[in-house]
């Protein structure tokens, strides 16, 4: 039975995140006290497999209540129950702008309370969540349906255990990031962007990924690329990781960037590896 607790920044995408889940079969259940997670655990698992995969979400909504989570989580272990934690953030100034569109108050504040002084006494309630997460989903720069796919492959995808490694391009332009645990600048590499016939294209059409590849500089960073993956994923499995997020980047995140995290992804796929690709600012101007 896979057990996914989701917890995050309020106006993050939780609501999001549980909707993707529903949709790939998880039952899911919304602002669970954490004292209240392994009796619902144990109800679940008396339905004799009727219920096998479960999402519970919890956060700072309960009050005083999300203070033991870790003690819900303790005594859901002593059960035998293996869990998940997977954590939704965002950057400050999107989840501001988030609640200004909806006008929905932070459930932290009080009279007189600015979103970001609620903000600020939310993130320091999560952090021990967020230290101890498998998955962090940062959404600032992610489309619902970018969500949802992020969700499906860590989800749905290859019921192996072990790490699964997600392939990010992005621009630099637009930041880096915050999710990611390894990253790499290729902008030192020719740039299609200045060729007139490639210039709106990306790097996941020939023309661009076969400009890219014949620099003998691109080719031999790859070739070294592969062999730091290949060498770190043990060392990260060996650890207990859930998720490795590889950025490549390059100025605008559609050329050079692109290519590259799409000849990772297939390289990784020719390892057998779980991996997942994913072109954050592709669709940007």
Known sequence: M??????????AGKTRAVNALEDIGFYCV??????????????????QGKIKNIAIVTDVRGGALFNSLFDG????????????????????????????ETRRKHPLS?????????????????RPARE?????????????????????????????????????SFGFKYGIPPEGDLIFDVRCFPNPFYIESLKRLTGLDEPVRDYVFASEKTRGFVAKLFDMIDYLLPLYAEEGKSQLVVGIG?????????????????????????????????QKP
């Open 132 to 168: 101890r997460a498998d998955y962090i989903i940062d959404t600032t720069n992610l489309s619902p349906a970018q969500l949802k796919q992020r969700i499906t492959v860590l989800f749905m995808g290859d019921k192996r255990t072990g790490l699964i490694v997600n392939c990010m």
């Open 250 to 282: 390059c100025t605008g995140g559609k050329h050079r960037s692109v290519a590259i995290a799409e000849a990772l992804y297939k390289h990784l796929l020719e390892k057998d590896i779980r991996a997942a690709v994913n072109h954050r600012d592709i």
């Open 110 to 126: 009080e009279a007189g309370m600015s979103i970001e002084e609620a903000l600020e006494q939310e993130r320091e309630l999560l």
């Open 30 to 47: 919304d602002n669970m006290p954490p004292a209240l997670i392994p009796k619902f655990a144990e109800l679940c698992v008396n339905t």
């Open 2 to 11: 896979a057990f996914v607790i989701v917890t995050g920044v309020s106006g």
């Open 73 to 100: 989580l303790e005594e859901l272990k002593k059960q035998g129950c293996e869990y998940k934690i997977m954590f939704i953030d965002a950057d400050n100034s999107v989840i501001i702008r988030r609640f200004k």
